[in-house]
């Protein structure tokens, strides 16, 4: 069965920097594109950004275009998330997600989320 | 963007009511809407995507109806486990946004 595990979380100053991890597993990990979605405390749903099957295209929203960089190694079947810059406001639960088709912005598999704390 | 707007915020209901979440979104978005369930300090789980198209495991009291840019989703008779915050999401185009969600809580 399709498996998410996230790992790499933890606290940092504002302006430090974190990177997180997705292992995948129970699918052809280079067949699909793949999500981070976060959730800061108390509050709803934010897709972060966005990397297509083959690594070509990546996406952000707004709030971490230029700090956050999303990546993928196949060979490992890991999909990461390099965080830069951080702010408060960074402050959230990290999920990798994905579909059921290639690119797919249905986001029918979740991990289970990292807790990343950025504060002083 | 797509904004993505629910009604109503939070929603107080017994076992055994019917109740009706509304989504709309700010711009056509044609049948690409998902709704999904979060218990606290779980990770969402996807209960409809294509608008009506119930997730495989998903009971059936759970359906979602729209197209275009208004939606809803409505569970039939609620059960003690469907106390749970809602999202509808739309899966159109990028960025993905979701609604600010649907707090159910027991009365």
Request: hydrophobic share 30%.
């Amino acid at each position: 069965q399709v498996q998410l595990v996230e790992s790499g979380g933890g606290v940092v100053q504002p302006g430090g920097s974190l990177r997180l991890s997705c292992a995948a597993s129970g699918f052809t990990f280079t067949n699909y594109g793949m999500h981070w979605v976060r959730q800061a405390p108390g509050e709803g749903l934010e897709w972060v950004t966005f990397i297509r099957f083959d690594g070509s295209n990546k996406y952000y929203a707004d709030s971490v275009k230029g700090r956050f960089t999303i990546s993928r190694d196949n060979s490992m079947s890991t999909l990461y998330l390099q965080m830069d810059s951080l702010r408060a406001e960074d402050t959230a639960v990290y999920y990798c997600a994905k579909g059921i088709n290639r690119d797919d912005y249905n986001l029918l598999y979740w991990g289970q989320g990292t807790q990343v704390t950025v504060s002083s | 963007d797509t904004q993505m707007t629910q009604s109503p915020s939070s929603l107080s209901a017994s076992v055994g009511d019917r109740v009706t979440i509304t989504c709309r979104a700010s711009q056509s978005i044609s049948n690409f809407l998902c709704w999904y369930q979060q218990k606290p300090g779980k990770a969402p789980k996807v209960l409809i995507c294509a608008a009506s198209g119930l997730q495989s495991g998903v009971p059936s009291r759970f359906s979602g109806s729209g197209s275009g840019t208004d939606f809803t989703l409505t569970i039939s008779s609620l059960q003690p486990e469907d106390f749970a915050t809602y999202y509808c999401q739309q899966s159109y185009s990028l960025p993905l946004t979701f609604g600010q969600g649907t707090r159910l809580e027991i009365k």
